[in-house]
């Protein structure tokens, strides 16, 4: 990037609520049905109906407020969003315009240098969904009105980030935030988490904004980051060559790499926004609030500090861990069963999260149980098995799932700590690699390692280690 300038990027991120019904009727709200099946007269928008509000989308958004640091305005106004277009049929989308539910928070992120920096939201509002068209049937468009009235909420970010690093760090975050709140999946590649890119450049110690550009189209965090680049350098470009920007809307082409020009962007005034006559503003006094935030689960910043304190593990570990909930939870299911925090913590970040990468499910079907892994661990702490045995272990584990213990006794591999028996396998050693011994003997202490490698051969890694280099030591000296 050239380095007079400076981007200037503002996120709208679209977050698709996990309630069992639609925003203003009772139909389902569920993703996959066959089409127009969830449907009727309120979220078709036929004439005269009329809409009633779910509490559970308001309940939603205020939970976010305060998970996001957001003033929760006791009164606010849904307003009519008034456009046409085939897959609305109603002719508005109720949204909120000028009395959102949420105003004035903040999400904290922590930059690839180690930075932290303070991101702003303007604004979080209720809305709900449009229909879907289908172009790909082989005939003409088709219409899906299953969406039509599914909730969202809307997070209108502050012009705040500077690079698309810091987009994509907020992205990652409010997605944490969303899944942990289980008010949203945040699956972008489905479309259940969407984010529009608004960009804008100027010369460096410029304090007036540029004219910016809108960006849509991006199905995954790393093609929002991708896109803004694209889009800082498409602007670069211009301003170089002594051009000027248009405000208007982009599509990004993932395949390309690079957007395309959609449409000039409309202003809030073709919308002609309205408050909406057909339902009352929405409060939330200080009874209900209070009952909501006392629902509020632990948030992902809170857990990683507690991983930190609580358990003792390294920031890296508790990041990773609390990257996700249900691997965060799957972690403390396994402390249950163990107190080696650190070990259950490299078990999970090791082998099953490979699996689950592997596999491509989710860490609530991996087939082994929290309870067993800790039991795992715990046979290795004992000295019942070598975490060298352990590893061996662990595929016939996510096979069967059963106690680690049964499959150990089972296929006879216990750890061997009869000193007796060692010593023996160790003098056979020992008979049989003189050289070795001499070596050992003029100085050479390195080669116990070999030593060692023969005796856990012989004994297919159920020697105790300790136990081995210990014997080894004492009759390697007695040759002196
Ligand atoms: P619009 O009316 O075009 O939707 P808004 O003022 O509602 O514009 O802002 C939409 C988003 O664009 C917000 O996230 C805001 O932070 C961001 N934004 C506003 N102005 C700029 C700018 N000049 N450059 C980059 N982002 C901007
Ligand atoms: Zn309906
Ligand atoms: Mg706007």
Redesign the pocket.
């Known amino acids: 990037m050239n380095q007079k300038y400076e981007a200037?990027?503002?996120?709208?991120v679209h977050v698709q609520l996990l309630t069992k019904t639609k925003t203003f009727c009772g139909c389902r709200n569920k993703f996959g049905s066959p089409p127009n099946t969830n449907v009727c007269p309120v979220c078709m928008g036929h004439p005269g109906i009329l809409p009633v509000l779910n509490k559970k989308v308001v309940e939603f958004a205020v939970l976010l407020g305060l998970a996001t640091n957001c003033e929760i305005n006791k009164r606010s106004i849904f307003a009519r969003k008034n456009y046409f277009y085939p897959d609305l049929p109603k002719g508005w989308q109720t949204s909120q315009f000028e009395l959102p539910i949420c105003e004035h928070g903040f999400i904290d992120i922590v930059k690839s240098d180690g930075l932290e920096k303070r991101l702003g939201i303007?604004r979080i509002h209720m809305e709900e969904d449009a229909g879907k068209l289908i172009h790909d049937q082989g005939t003409d468009s088709l219409i899906d009105l299953n969406r039509c009235g599914t909730p969202l909420l809307e997070i209108?970010?502050?012009?705040?980030m500077r690079s698309a690093e810091e987009a994509y760090l907020y992205l990652v975050k409010l997605k944490q935030i969303v899944t942990y709140l289980g008010i949203c999946d945040g699956n972008m590649e489905e479309g259940s988490l969407r984010c529009d890119a608004?960009?804008?450049i100027r010369l460096k110690g410029e304090k007036k904004?540029?004219?910016?550009t809108?960006v849509k189209n991006m199905n995954s965090f790393r093609n929002v980051e991708k896109a803004i680049e694209a889009e800082i350098d498409r602007q670069i470009d211009i301003i170089e060559d002594g051009g000027k920007i248009i405000q208007q809307t982009l599509l990004w082409d993932a395949d390309s790499g690079d957007v395309k020009p959609m449409r000039s962007?409309e202003?809030?005034h073709d919308y002609r926004y309205f408050p909406e006559p057909d339902l009352m503003p929405v409060l939330v006094n200080d009874d209900w609030r209070k009952s909501i935030s006392e629902s509020l689960p632990e948030l992902p910043e809170h857990r990683k500090k507690r991983f930190i304190d609580k358990y003792k593990l390294p920031e890296y570990d508790a990041e990773l861990l609390t990257a996700e909930k249900p691997v965060a939870d799957f972690y403390e299911a396994v402390l249950n069963t163990t107190d080696d925090f650190k070990s259950a913590s490299n078990w999970i970040m090791g082998d099953v999260l490979k699996i689950i990468n592997e596999r491509k499910i989710k860490i609530e079907d991996f087939p082994v149980s929290p309870e067993n892994i800790g039991r795992l661990i715990n046979l290795i702490n004992e000295g019942l098995i070598s975490s060298k045995i352990a590893k061996e272990v662990f595929p016939v584990l996510l096979d069967e799932n059963k106690d680690p213990r049964t499959i150990v006794e089972e296929k006879s591999l216990l750890q061997i700590s009869d000193d007796s028996f060692i010593e023996e396998v160790v003098g056979n050693i020992l008979g049989n690699n003189m050289d070795q011994v001499k070596q050992y003997l003029d100085g050479k202490e390195k080669v116990i390692g070999f030593l060692v490698g023969q005796v856990m051969r012989e004994t297919k890694g159920k020697a105790n280690p300790a136990a081995v280099n210990k014997i080894l030591k004492e009759k390697l000296e007695a040759f002196r």
Do not use: A, Q, R
């Open positions: 200037v990027i503002g996120l709208e303007t209108v970010s502050e012009p705040d608004n960009v804008s904004l540029g004219t910016k809108e962007k202003e809030s």
